[in-house]
């Protein structure tokens, strides 16, 4: 069988005046994330690892923070481009692993709604995303809630 993993590591500032997404979810939160698009850190993580494992680049290669078509970009679309792009290479998501840092809000409630955006976005079944949420221990630029990072683990499957 032919496999490849990829992984993916994404991190943006919190900041006023901007929804909190992740996972192409919509969090309540005073704070939401700063970026180009719209900053969702678990998405880009999980693009990153897919687009690592088949040695294609990062995101930043293909929807440049310098171009201002991606302005404001649903990084659900774009995961969408990136899923179409892996298939057009022959491969398949056999799993995605993936984990959420961030001091504050609790995301437990949300992970679910999440697992599920991304499981219809990709075409798979919502056991083969794994989301988890962790803090920081108030340690670092997240532990002092300056920002939420995440980590991606994609697993590949040559397709038959």
Do not use: C
Not at 27 to 53: F, N, Q, R, Y
Not at 82 to 98: A, F, M
Not at 103 to 110: A, F, G, S, Y
């Amino acid at each position: 069988m032919n496999i490849r993993i990829g992984n993916g590591y994404d991190i943006h500032k919190l900041g006023n005046g901007r929804p909190l997404i992740l996972g192409g979810v919509n969090i309540p939160h005073e704070l939401g994330l700063l970026g180009h698009s719209d900053a969702d850190v678990l998405t880009h993580a999980i693009m990153d690892a897919m687009l690592g494992a088949l040695s294609l680049g990062d995101i930043g290669h293909y929807f440049p923070p310098t171009d201002p078509k991606w302005a404001g970009a649903d990084s659900i679309e774009l995961l969408s481009q990136v899923n179409q792009l892996v298939r057009s290479q022959g491969w398949q998501i056999s799993n995605i692993d993936s984990v959420i840092v961030a001091e504050r809000p609790k995301l437990k409630p949300h992970i679910k709604t999440m697992r599920d955006r991304i499981s219809t976005t990709l075409a798979l079944q919502p056991d083969q995303i794994g989301i988890k949420a962790t803090t920081n221990e108030k340690l670092g630029p997240v532990g002092r809630e300056e920002g939420i990072a995440a980590y991606a683990v994609a697993l590949l499957v040559k397709e038959h």
